[in-house]
């Protein structure tokens, strides 16, 4: 059975190799106004075919947001920057740093998706640095021009980022391929 997901509301099971040519779907909504109801799964069958009593139905089930979020370190000084840097040499790791204000509200809407991320990849660090907060030298050495500016640093060395400007899901996605392409 294949699971087809269409919003986070719904969730659909399809026979994918069924022997009858005419096996239909069933749908239930989960969350909601529909909390707390079981989930149901109806093999229809086609052509007047029921299901008899005791055969089964088989769901599989994909749950795409099964991790935890990880709450992000601060980076506050140019100390805490270059101990950030020197744990990403040391261990051969890389880390993500969220370039952030306070008065923005693109970054305080993406830092909650991103702590999401950061339990989605449990080798790599997290830290946020809110510009406002920080000497500007801590500024000028992320080279820094627009926020939320998402930066994966590895051997202390900056590799790549992502200008947070556009929808979320979209930053969410390009933060995810960084990570994969610079592990």
């Known amino acids: 059975m294949a699971l087809l997901a269409p919003s986070p509301r719904a969730l659909?099971?399809?026979?994918?190799a069924s022997p009858h040519p005419h096996s239909s779907a069933a749908c239930s909504t989960v969350g909601g106004e529909a909390a707390g109801r079981a989930l149901w799964v109806w093999n229809g069958g086609g052509r007047g075919r029921?299901?008899?009593?005791?055969?089964?139905?088989?769901?599989?089930a994909y749950f795409w947001d099964v991790s935890k979020p990880v709450e992000m370190e601060e980076i506050d000084s140019m100390k805490k920057l270059d101990d950030a840097l020197r744990w990403s040499v040391e261990n051969n790791q890389a880390i993500i740093i969220d370039w952030m204000?306070?008065?923005?509200?693109?970054?305080?809407?993406l830092k909650p998706r991103i702590e999401k991320i950061a339990g989605e990849y449990p080798g790599v660090r997290f830290y946020f640095v809110d510009v406002n907060k920080v000497p500007q030298a801590v500024v000028k050495r992320g080279n820094i021009t627009k926020m939320p500016t998402i930066q994966l640093w590895k051997d202390g060395e900056w590799k790549a980022e992502v200008i947070g400007g556009h929808k979320a899901w979209l930053v969410m996605d390009e933060v995810r391929e960084m990570i994969q392409k610079n592990k």
Do not use: L, P
Not at 50 to 60: I, K, P, S, T, W
Not at 101 to 109: G, H, L, N, Q, V
């Open 101 to 109: 204000a306070s008065w923005c509200r693109k970054c305080i809407y």
């Open 12 to 16: 659909c099971v399809r026979e994918a």
């Open 50 to 60: 029921r299901r008899e009593r005791g055969e089964r139905v088989r769901a599989a």
